[in-house]
C-alpha cells in the first residue's frame, strides 16, 4: 500500500516534467515562442507539442496539489503549544515565496526557515531582473 500511495505522489512532478519536455520539442519544432512583456512571459503556442505541454504542465499542477495535501486528521488534545518561532518537535518544517508580480512574499513554519525563504526570494527576484534586462538588450 505504502509503494502505491508514493508512485501516485510522482503523478504530478512526472505530468510537469512531461509537458517540460513537450514544450522543449516544441520550441525546437518552432512549435512555441516565448515572449516577454513588461515582465510578465507570454507563451505563444501554435502546434500540437506546445498545446500537449501546456496541458501536461497545468494536470501536472493540479494532481501535485491533490496528492501531495496530507491526510486529514481528526482534531485531538494537544499540550500546551511551543511558541511561534520554535518548530515542534519532530514536526515538518516549512517555508514558501509567492511571486506577486516582481515582489517576492515569504512564509515559513519558523523564523529560520523564513529567513531561508527571502534568501530564496532574493535570489529569484535578482534572477528575474537579470533575465529581463537580458531580454531587453538582447545579449
Known amino acids: ?39 510578465f512571459p507570454v507563451l505563444t503556442a501554435t502546434g500540437v507539442w506546445s498545446i500537449l505541454g501546456i496541458a501536461l504542465m497545468i494536470a501536472g499542477f493540479f494532481v501535485l496539489v491533490l496528492t501531495w495535501s496530507g491526510p486529514v ?3 485531538i488534545a494537544s499540550p500546551p ?12 518544517r516549512w517555508g514558501g515565496v509567492v511571486f506577486l508580480g516582481p515582489i517576492p512574499v515569504v512564509f515559513g513554519s519558523d523564523q529560520k526557515i523564513t529567513r531561508w525563504m527571502l534568501v530564496v526570494g532574493i535570489l529569484l527576484f535578482v534572477a528575474l531582473l537579470v533575465s529581463t534586462v537580458i531580454a531587453v538588450r538582447g545579449i
Open 1 to 39: 500500500m505504502g509503494g502505491t500511495v508514493r508512485l501516485v505522489r510522482l503523478a504530478g512532478p512526472a505530468l510537469f516534467i512531461a509537458g517540460l519536455a513537450s514544450l522543449a520539442v516544441a520550441f525546437v519544432q518552432g512549435e512555441a515562442t516565448l515572449t516577454l512583456y513588461v515582465i
Open 81 to 92: 503549544a511551543a511558541p511561534a518561532s520554535a518548530p515542534r518537535p519532530g514536526g515538518r
Open 73 to 75: 486528521e481528526a482534531p
